[in-house]
């Protein structure tokens, strides 16, 4: 079966740098997200991508957080100065052609970026 | 907005017992859906359940929805010490776009063989 791919698997930085953690979507799939999990706590929505343009984003998504997609496979988030609270597994997620407002889609995620911050 | 809750938080059985867990949410749904989380890995997509839907099977699982009590449960049946995981429940809010879901904190299922 076809896989949301990521990359690194672990990252560990010092608060107040910039790091960039990589997903590479299934290739036919045209919407992608990024959600995270802080340790023993929910998983949480960040962002949603489309059509090269965010198509929405949670509280959580401040002005440190940005999302790009440099070329046709890869999709990135990037967290400009980290906090010790943006320690998290962060998952990249896909889905395939749908409409946009029809939720009888699954999400197919990544295995995530386990980010410590220091 | 949009909540959901798992319980139990942890679950411990034998294999070959079954293992029940429910999830209850806030607002109402178009869907409900399950998903599954072995440690250290991503989640994966078990079963959805439509709100028109009252019980859907899949394999060894068996989820049912009860959308007058905004709750639904999850049913592994004859459980290997391979369903260790974390499992999830997640829905939309009304309004939300797709792909944003609502998850809940999950139950932690061990198998004991």
């Known amino acids: 079966e076809p896989e949301v791919t990521q990359t690194p698997s672990h990252q560990v930085t010092q608060m107040g740098q910039e790091v960039i953690l990589r997903c590479v979507p299934i290739?036919?799939?045209?919407?992608f997200y990024w959600y995270r999990q802080i340790l023993g706590q929910k998983v949480e929505f960040l962002v949603s991508?489309?059509?090269?343009?965010?198509?929405?984003k949670s509280e959580i998504f401040d002005d440190q957080f940005s999302v790009e997609r440099p070329d046709g496979s890869n999709f990135t988030l990037k967290i400009r100065s980290t906090k010790l609270e943006d320690s998290a597994m962060y998952f990249c997620?896909?889905?395939?052609?749908?409409?946009?407002?029809?939720?009888?889609?699954?999400?197919?995620f990544g295995s995530g970026t386990q980010l410590s911050v220091l | 907005s949009q909540q959901g809750e798992e319980d139990p938080q942890a679950l411990s059985i034998q294999e070959g017992e079954n293992a029940t867990m429910n999830c209850s949410y806030k607002?109402?749904?178009?869907?409900l859906q399950w998903y599954r989380q072995n440690s250290g890995r991503g989640l994966v997509h078990l079963i959805l359940?439509?709100?028109?839907?009252r019980e859907k099977h899949s394999g060894r699982l068996r989820v049912t929805l009860d959308t007058s009590k905004k709750s639904s449960s999850l049913l592994i049946t004859a459980s290997r010490a391979a369903d260790t995981a974390s499992y999830f429940c997640?829905?939309?809010?009304?309004?939300?776009?797709?792909?944003?879901?609502?998850f809940g904190r999950g139950t932690q299922l061990t198998v004991w063989p």
């Open positions: 997620a896909s889905i395939g052609t749908a409409t946009f407002y029809a939720t009888n889609e699954k999400l197919f």
């Open positions: 290739s036919n799939h045209l919407y």
């Open positions: 991508f489309y059509n090269n343009e965010i198509s929405e």
């Open positions: 607002t109402s749904i178009n869907n």
């Open positions: 359940i439509r709100s028109n839907e």
């Open positions: 997640a829905m939309y809010d009304r309004g939300s776009t797709l792909g944003r879901l609502y």
